[in-house]
C-alpha cells in the first residue's frame, strides 16, 4: 500500500483521483557535472543536473493540471550522499543526520533542528520558475526532495547498484528511515507522487530550476540553475490523437494523423506489458484485498495514449518506489508511470506519442532504476518439514503494531445499505532482529495449509522450526490468495478499553509494504516478499511462504463490511482502534509486550451521518 489523507478529518470516506509520480533514470551520456561549491565541505560533491534541455509534459482534460517532472537530478560523487532520519518516539521530534563516510572513518552531521518534520524527504529542496512564451512569470513553487526518489548511474564506473531504499516512507507513523544517493549516481529532484500538478495552459515554456540557498549553504551545493524548455500539449482520453494542436506544429500533424492508425493496435496489445515490471499490478487479481481491479480501465486508456494512473488508487507507502501499497488497501495499486527518460524514447520512435508511451518497457535494468520493480516472494521450502519441532536459541523477529491510521466512516456501500462503519488502516511490523518466515504447507485435498515458523541462525542457516497455526485460501475477487491465520487482530474498545466490536479480518497476506524502521538492526532496505502475485500464492498452491522483513510493516485497509467496524448503534463518546499482533502468541518472538498499539477516536453525528474526530497520536497528528 490512494490517497486516504493523512491529515486529521471529520468527514467520511470519499475515493479522490490522483496521477502517480513519474519515476525516471538517468543515463551515463546525458551527465555533465557541475562546477565545485563556493565552500569546502565535508562528505560527497552534490550538484543540480538537467538530463535534456527540453521536455514535453500533458495535461489531461478531463484532469486538468501538469505534473512538473523536468528531469533534473542530483548527482553525488566523491561518496555517497547519505542521511538517517529517526525519532526516539511518537513524543519526540524527527531528527535528521548526515553519514558522511570517508574509508574506515564516519562522521555525523546533524541538520538543523526543525528542517525535516517527516519521512517523506527534504522540504523545500529546489525552487522552480516557470516564464511563458513571452518571458512573463506564470509560476514558482519549491518541491520537496527524497533522495530515495528514482535513480540511476551518472558514470559507467559507478556501483551497478545503489545500497539505498528506493523510495521515503509516508506511513505517519514511521519511526526510521535511510535516504540516499549512491556514489556516482543522481536522484531525481522532481516530488513525483507527493507533488500537486500545476495548471498550464497548452503551450511552450521555459523553467529555471535551482536548490534553495539553505540546502546550497548546508551541503555545499554549488548555485548552478538548470534551464529546461517545456512543450505543454493538451489531451484527452477520447481522442485519439490524443495531442492538442495549440501546443503541436501544424507540420508534424499529418504525420502524427497517419501514424495514429497502424499504432493503435500495437499499442493495444503492449498497454498490459507496460506493468510487467511491477508485479502484482492493479490487474493480478492479488492487488484489491477486497478490491475490484481497475487495471482493465488502465490498459484500455494506454491504448488512447492516456496517463498511467488508477481512478481510486491505495494509500502511499513510497514515493517513486516499489510498491505502492501493493494491494493492501481499499482500491487498487497505483502503477508506475513510465520513466521520464522512456517517454522521450517513446515519442521520440512515434510521433504520436502515446503508441510509443504504451509499449516502452518499465522496470530495473542495466542503466535504469524507475522503481517500479516489485520484489517477487521467497520460495517455500520444497517439502514439509520432518523431525521433531524445536524453537532454538537464535535471533526472533519483533512484531509490534503501529496506531490505526487513514480512520474514516464509511457507508455499506450497496453490499450492506444503511448501515455506517468505522474504516482505518492498521500495520504491523518486524523491529527484527530476525525476519519472520512463515511457510504453508498443504495435504492433497484438504482446505487448509498446515503453517509452520522457521528459525535461522546468524549465518542464514535454518536451525528449526514449530508450528504456528494454518493458512486459508480467499477466494474473493481482489483477494485470491493464501492468508496466515494467526498474524494480527483488530478490535474496537470502549473508553474503558474493554472491547465492543472486532473487526472480521483475522487472516493474512504477508508483504513488506511500509520501511517502517529501516534503522533498526539488521533492517532490509531492499525486502523481497513485495509482490502479492508471488508471495502468497495460487488457488492450486501446493505451499506458499510468506515472510516479513526486518523494518518493515505490511499495512491493511479495514474498509469493507465484515472488515470495518459496524458502528451503526453504537452511542457517540470516545473509543479506541486496538491494533493487536500476534493475537494468540503462536509466533515466536523476542517480546509479545509491544504488540498492542491504541488510537483515540470520538465518534459523532447521527444514524446515517456518522462522525469520527481523530485527536493527535503525541506529536503526531495525522489521521
Not at 64 to 89: C, I, N, Q, W
Not at 228 to 257: C, L, M, Q, Y
Not at 344 to 365: I, L
Not at 508 to 523: E, G, P, Q, S
Request: glycine residues 10%.
Amino acid at each position: 500500500m490512494m490517497t486516504r489523507s493523512q491529515q486529521g478529518r471529520t468527514n467520511r470516506l470519499t475515493r479522490p483521483s490522483i496521477a502517480i509520480a513519474a519515476a525516471v533514470a538517468v543515463t551515463a551520456g546525458v551527465v555533465a557535472a557541475a562546477p565545485g561549491a563556493k565552500t569546502a565541505q565535508p562528505g560527497p560533491k552534490l550538484s543540480l543536473i538537467a538530463a535534456s534541455t527540453s521536455v514535453t509534459l500533458d495535461s489531461w482534460k478531463e484532469d486538468p493540471g501538469v505534473y512538473l517532472d523536468l528531469g533534473t537530478y542530483l548527482t553525488s560523487e566523491k561518496g555517497a550522499f547519505e542521511l538517517k532520519v529517526t525519532r526516539k518516539s511518537y513524543k519526540d521530534p524527527v531528527v535528521a543526520r548526515q553519514i558522511i563516510r570517508n574509508g574506515k572513518k564516519t562522521q555525523t552531521k546533524t541538520l538543523p533542528a526543525g528542517l525535516v518534520k517527516d519521512f517523506a524527504g527534504l522540504p523545500g529542496f529546489v525552487t522552480v520558475s516557470v516564464t511563458d512564451a513571452a518571458g512573463k512569470s506564470v509560476l514558482k513553487k519549491t518541491e520537496a526532495f527524497c533522495p530515495n526518489n528514482a535513480s540511476g548511474r551518472v558514470r559507467p564506473d559507478a556501483p551497478a547498484n545503489s545500497k539505498y531504499p528506493q523510495s521515503c516512507p509516508v506511513n505517519p507513523f514511521t519511526l526510521g528511515s535511510v535516504w540516499g544517493v549512491e556514489n556516482g549516481w543522481a536522484a531525481n529532484t522532481y516530488a513525483g507522487y507527493y507533488s500537486e500538478p500545476v495548471q498550464l495552459a497548452a503551450g511552450k515554456y521555459t523553467a529555471k530550476i535551482s536548490v534553495t540557498k539553505k540546502y546550497r549553504d548546508l551541503f555545499g551545493i554549488a548555485d548552478k540553475p538548470q534551464t529546461v524548455k517545456v512543450v505543454v500539449r493538451e489531451r484527452s482520453w477520447e481522442e485519439g490523437e490524443g495531442v492538442s494542436t495549440s501546443a503541436v506544429p501544424s507540420s508534424d500533424k499529418a504525420a502524427r494523423a497517419a501514424k495514429a492508425s497502424r499504432s493503435t493496435e500495437s499499442a493495444a496489445e503492449a498497454g498490459h506489458g507496460a506493468n510487467a515490471g511491477h508485479g502484482s499490478g492493479a490487474g493480478s487479481g492479488h492487488a484489491g484485498h477486497g478490491a475490484a481491479s481497475s487495471q482493465g480501465t488502465h490498459d484500455a486508456h494506454s491504448a488512447h495514449g492516456a496517463p498511467a494512473r488508477t481512478d481510486a488508487p491505495a494509500n502511499p507507502t513510497t514515493g517513486a518506489g516499489a510498491t505502492y501499497n501493493v494491494g493492501h488497501g481499499p482500491y487498487p495499486p497505483a502503477p508506475p508511470a513510465l520513466p521520464w527518460a522512456l517517454k522521450k524514447q517513446a515519442a521520440e520512435r512515434d510521433a504520436f506519442g502515446a503508441q510509443g508511451f504504451a509499449a516502452a518497457k518499465v522496470g530495473d535494468r542495466a542503466g535504469q532504476t524507475d522503481g517500479s520493480r516489485q520484489a517477487p516472494g521467497a520460495r517455500p521450502n520444497a517439502k514439509r518439514p520432518t523431525g521433531k519441532a524445536s524453537v532454538p536459541d537464535v535471533p526472533k523477529p519483533d512484531l509490534r503494531s503501529l496506531p490505526a491510521y487513514g480512520i474514516t466512516v464509511s457507508d455499506g456501500y450497496e453490499d450492506v445499505p444503511g448501515k455506517d462503519y468505522l474504516a482505518f488502516s492498521a500495520n504491523v511490523w518486524n523491529a527484527g532482529p530476525a525476519k519472520l518466515v512463515v511457510d504453508g504447507f498443504r495435504s492433497p485435498g484438504k482446505k487448509l495449509m498446515d503453517a509452520y515458523q522457521y528459525f535461522y541462525d546468524a549465518k542464514g542457516k535454518q536451525v528449526g522450526y514449530a508450528p504456528t497455526g494454518t493458512m486459508e485460501w480467499d477466494p474473493r475477487p481482489g483477494h485470491e490468495h493464501w492468508h496466515f491465520t494467526d498474524f494480527a487482530s483488530y478490535r474496537l474498545l470502549k473508553a474503558d478499553k474493554k472491547e465492543t466490536v472486532r473487526s472480521g479480518k483475522e487472516a493474512f497476506c504477508l508483504a513488506n509494504t511500509d520501511a517502517v524502521d529501516y534503522t533498526v538492526k539488521n533492517a532490509n532496505w531492499h525486502p523481497g516478499n513485495t509482490d502479492l502475485s508471488t508471495a502468497c500464492g495460487q488457488e492450486n498452491s501446493i505451499s506458499v511462504r510468506e515472510v516479513l522483513d526486518v523494518g518493515s510493516g505490511d499495512t491493511y485497509t479495514q474498509d469493507l463490511p465484515g472488515q470495518s467496524f459496524d458502528i451503526t448503534d453504537l452511542p457517540n463518546g470516545t473509543y479506541y482502534i486496538q491494533v493487536l499482533a500476534n493475537p494468540e502468541n503462536r509466533l515466536k518472538e523476542t517480546n509479545l509486550k509491544n504488540n498492542s498499539a491504541l488510537r483515540k477516536v470520538v465518534l459523532g453525528g447521527k444514524k446515517g451521518a456518522r462522525t469520527v474526530k481523530v485527536p493527535a497520536h503525541q506529536l503526531v497528528d495525522a489521521n
